[in-house]
């Protein structure tokens, strides 16, 4: 069976680091993008089953990112999980652009968790 | 010689000659048939402006003056006793005008004494009818001593020479100190044709009752007031001393309501017009222009106070802009600070879990249970940094009421079982009690209560090494529902529950050394609580436990 492809988008090395070792140990194949424009390029190269991604970042983040897919065909096939250190973020604010939101420190165990149950989601 | 001391005795001689030849002119022709008594005497008015406008040095040349007016008495037929009345007279002259000076300036107004009603007051009962009576009475005396006067007489040429002098005062010396500055050029052409028109009327009328012997003296009254209330004080001034000029004209001359066959009757019934006159337009005018001054100043303290108003609300409007700005960076700031904590702690506590679940290989019992340690300390930074980030958030006023409906015993079962988490390894028992009085459905703001149930059940965890926490819910009143959370813990002593809500403050029982936390958990729930609109209570008993309950407005749903 193909592996489920997964793209990290954040722009901290540490936190793509953790996210790539937890989706691998999860079955995932993982691709990591360090800005929003490179994650928006990687997007368009094949289909993602999740995306991860960070809101904060240089240049082109988080919200303006997925405001790019929100309409595409893309987006419909993949999951998206939102990854934040903001802890003050409105999260009604994320409801139309994401499936799901974890605040850093993300608990690893409820992210293995998670990740398990949406390999088992068929969109 | 000083230029001072010549000008000085210029001054004086200059003086002396004006007193000298108004006294003679007014000894000619300011006298009223048949007895030839002076009606105003407009020396005593010129000494007085000379006294006032250049001080009591001026003094001996009204002495002068006095001297040579009155040489009749010593000359061409000089005797001893007429040039030692003559003396007499002359310092009874100077002694009057400084001492009718000396009085204005003593209890009137220094600089502009017609500007006061007060000053007026002072102007004619002292400076004029007091003042006076120094030389009517030494002169008369004088006269009537050396033989010039039969001492029958003495009565009625001191009256006369009081009066006299007193006129000469009244008349003179408004006009002379008013119009030392001359008004103002007027643009106004109206203004202009109003005075001519108003002067021309004062003539007329005064020409009519002192020419024409036809009595409407009253009728100088309204166009007095008229031209006091137009033209102030030059106008008063000038106004009293034509219609004076008319009075004596008339009396002089046999004409006018004044008239009468006795000298002195005469001359009281002019001297009581003229000083009618003045005193009611000299005090009409001063009147006016207290009033005029105290508009000028009200308008003034008025304009200041709308300056200041302006100006008082514009510090605010930028104290107010300030401060929104500041609460707006302390906000962002509070939103980074906590963004820039979390970061570097994702990495230390997912490394932590990645190494502990055993993602990078086996570990051994050991290495596992150090990276717990990491793992728990880095849980406890967590804890203080939301705790500080917390307490600014709510200092800066920035707690927002997000209130929704809940099932009541279904968002309490769920949030107890979240809470569970937090016994650890310890042997405590949770319990949970419904009263039938709570209703089914309730209005909260369910983040908060939240938090405030995880900081009251840790802080009961904390505080109890073994046993049973029980949180009750239940409401008491129509209006109030309460969560109350009760633990078999260390409990506080009376002492340390008045200071428990404080900030940073932790219990320091020696028992309660080795318990972690910021000490800013309570104070937070307190604020909470309070931000809610409820109370918080605590009852604690020591080794027995603590009771902690929280009463919240119960809103309609």
């Known amino acids: 069976m193909e592996k489920l492809q997964a793209l990290v988008v954040d722009d901290n090395w540490y936190n793509c680091d953790i996210f790539r070792i937890a ?67 409105a999260t009604e604010d994320l409801e139309d652009l994401s499936d799901m939101v974890m605040f850093k420190p993300v608990n690893i165990a409820d992210l293995t968790f998670f990740l398990e149950r949406v390999k088992r989601i068929v969109l | 010689m000083k230029p001072s001391l010549l000008n000085t005795i210029i001054l004086n001689f200059a003086l002396a000659s004006m007193y000298a030849v108004s006294s003679i002119i007014s000894q000619q022709f300011g006298v009223i048939p048949p007895g030839n008594a002076t009606a105003i005497f407009a020396p005593s008015g010129i000494a007085f402006v000379a006294i006032f406008f250049f001080g009591y040095k001026v003094a001996p ?56 009603v007060r000053s007026i007051w002072v102007f004619i009962l002292l400076s004029a009818l007091t003042s006076c009576l120094v030389n009517a009475t030494i002169g008369s005396s004088a006269l009537v001593i050396g033989g010039f006067a039969p001492p029958a007489l003495h009565g009625d040429i001191w009256l006369t020479w009081w009066l006299g002098d007193a006129a000469g005062v009244v008349i003179l010396a408004p006009l002379f100190i008013i119009w030392r500055h001359l008004p103002k050029p007027s643009n106004d052409g109206l203004l202009v044709l109003e005075a001519v028109l108003s002067f021309i009327a004062l003539m007329a009328i005064g020409t009519i009752a002192f020419v024409g012997g036809f009595p409407i003296e009253y009728l100088f ?68 222009k207290e009033r005029q001054t105290a508009t000028k100043a009200l308008a003034e303290t008025n304009h200041t106070l709308e300056k200041r108003v302006i100006e008082r609300t514009q510090d605010l409007e930028i104290a107010k802009n300030e401060a929104e700005s500041a609460s707006r960076s302390k906000t962002l700031f509070i939103a980074q600070m906590s963004h820039e904590f979390r970061t570097p702690l994702n990495a230390v506590i997912g490394y932590s879990d990645i190494l502990q679940m055993g993602m990078l290989g ?33 200092e800066a006023g920035k707690l927002t009421l997000t209130e929704s409906r809940v099932n009541t015993q279904y968002f309490f079962d769920e949030l107890l079982q979240g809470v569970k988490s937090l016994i650890a390894k310890k042997q405590i028992t949770i319990k949970t009690v419904y009263h039938q009085t709570i209703p089914e459905r309730i209005l909260i703001d369910a983040p908060k209560i939240q938090q405030i149930i995880v900081n009251l059940v840790g802080n009961a965890v904390k505080f109890t090494p073994e046993g049973v926490i029980t949180i009750e819910i239940g409401a008491n009143m129509p209006n109030e529902w309460f969560f109350a959370v009760r633990d078999t813990g260390i409990g506080m002593s009376a002492e340390s529950v008045k200071q428990l809500f404080e900030q940073y403050t932790r219990i320091a029982d020696a028992t309660t050394k080795s318990i972690e936390g910021t000490g800013l958990g309570l104070s937070i729930t307190k604020r909470l609580v309070e931000f809610l609109g409820g ?22 749903l």
């Open chain 2, 362 to 394: 086996d570990m051994t019992p050991d290495q596992t249970e150090r990276i717990g340690f990491i793992k728990q300390n880095a849980s406890r930074l967590l804890g203080l940094i939301n705790d500080t980030l917390d307490i600014a958030q709510i």
């Open chain 2, 535 to 556: 109370t918080v209570d605590v009852q604690s008993v020591l080794v027995q436990g603590s009771v902690f309950t929280v009463n919240l407005p119960l809103k309609p």
């Open chain 2, 61 to 116: 040349g009204v002495f002068l003056g006095s001297f040579i007016g009155n040489n009749n008495l010593y000359l061409p037929n000089f005797t001893l006793i007429g040039f030692g009345v003559a003396l007499a007279i002359g310092i009874g002259a100077s002694m009057e005008g400084s001492l009718g000076v000396y009085l204005l300036k003593k209890f009137g107004t220094r600089e502009h004494p017609f500007e006061q």
């Open chain 2, 221 to 288: 009254i309204p166009i007095l007031v008229f031209i006091v209330l137009r033209f102030g004080l030059h106008g008063a001034t000038l106004g009293i001393f034509l219609v004076a000029g008319f009075a004596i004209w008339g009396a002089v001359n046999g004409n006018g309501a004044f008239v009468r066959a006795d000298v002195n009757d005469s001359l009281l019934l002019l001297q009581a017009f003229i000083g009618t006159v003045m005193f009611t337009a000299l005090t009409l005018s001063a009147a006016d």
């Open chain 1, 23 to 89: 989706l691998e140990k999860a079955g995932y194949e993982v691709e990591i993008a360090y800005n929003g424009r490179d994650g928006l390029a990687f997007l368009e190269t094949k289909p993602y089953k999740i995306l991860v991604i960070d809101l904060q970042m240089p240049g082109l983040n988080g919200i303006e990112v997925l405001t790019e897919i929100k309409d595409s065909p893309i987006r419909k096939k993949m999951y998206i999980l939102v990854v934040t250190a903001n802890a003050y973020m």
